[in-house]
């Protein structure tokens, strides 16, 4: 049974790079079959789709944030990484990491698979 | 970008409550749609995907319909379980946008 688990610091201090990262159990991050995604809910708000990237490192970033966001593939460690710079209050949020599968031809459909979410706070 | 519409945002009904909720893309996305339950403190759970094909394990009071740009989420009778936030996700393109949410309260 697949199992992601998001890790990272709680606190963040403004104008400092965020970063979580997303381990990955039961299951090889390495396979054509999945892409890994972020996803992010700020307090009393919905859910936002930062980005998602596939075995091989192809990425794919929401337009909003693509300026200070990168993603990060370990396949060593069976990981995933999100490094989200230059952060502000407004990029407090519960983070998500979770799993879309992929089929080459058609495309993804759904994320099948979150973890728990991790709660970070930017304040200095 | 498509941009995702929920409606309504806030949803108030009684258990057994037949309810109906409804997300509207921007522009076709065809079938390639899901529908996520959330509740407070738990990571999103997987409902519909494909617009209308159940995910593994729900049960069957959940449904999903529509093509284009028109979707329904429906719940035949609520139950105490169900009380939570819905959200729709397109994946025709990237980003892959979620609706606002549809909060479903206890009338």
């Known amino acids: 049974q697949v199992q992601l688990q998001e890790s990272g610091p709680g606190l963040v201090k403004p104008s400092e790079t965020l970063s979580l990262t997303c381990s990955v159990s039961?299951?090889?991050?390495?396979?054509?079959?999945?892409?890994w995604g972020w996803i992010r809910q700020p307090p009393g708000k919905g859910l936002e789709w930062i980005g998602s990237?596939?075995?091989?490192?192809?990425?794919y970033h929401n337009p909003s944030l693509k300026s200070r966001v990168a993603f990060f593939v370990d396949k060593s460690k069976n990981q995933i990484s999100l490094n989200l710079r230059s952060v502000t209050a407004t990029d407090t949020a519960v983070f998500y990491c979770a799993r879309a599968n992929h089929d080459i031809l058609t495309g993804s459909e759904a994320f099948d698979i979150w973890g728990q979410g991790t709660l970070v706070i930017v304040s200095s | 970008d498509i941009q995702m519409t929920q409606s309504p945002s806030t949803l108030s009904a009684s258990l057994g409550d037949r309810v109906t909720i409804t997300c509207r893309a921007s522009?076709?996305?065809?079938?390639?749609l899901a529908w996520y339950q959330h509740k407070p403190g738990k990571a999103p759970k997987l409902l519909i995907y494909?617009?209308?094909t159940l995910e593994s394990g729900v049960p069957s009071r959940f449904s999903g319909s529509g093509s284009g740009t028109e979707f329904t989420l429906t719940i035949s009778s609520l139950q105490p379980d169900d009380f939570a936030t819905y959200y729709c996700?397109?994946?025709?393109?990237?980003?892959?946008?979620f609706g606002q949410g549809t909060k479903v309260e206890i009338k």
């Open positions: 522009q076709s996305i065809s079938s390639w």
């Open positions: 494909r617009a209308s």
């Open positions: 990237i596939y075995y091989n490192g192809r990425t």
């Open positions: 039961g299951g090889s991050i390495n396979s054509s079959s999945y892409y």
């Open positions: 996700q397109h994946f025709s393109s990237y980003p892959w946008t």
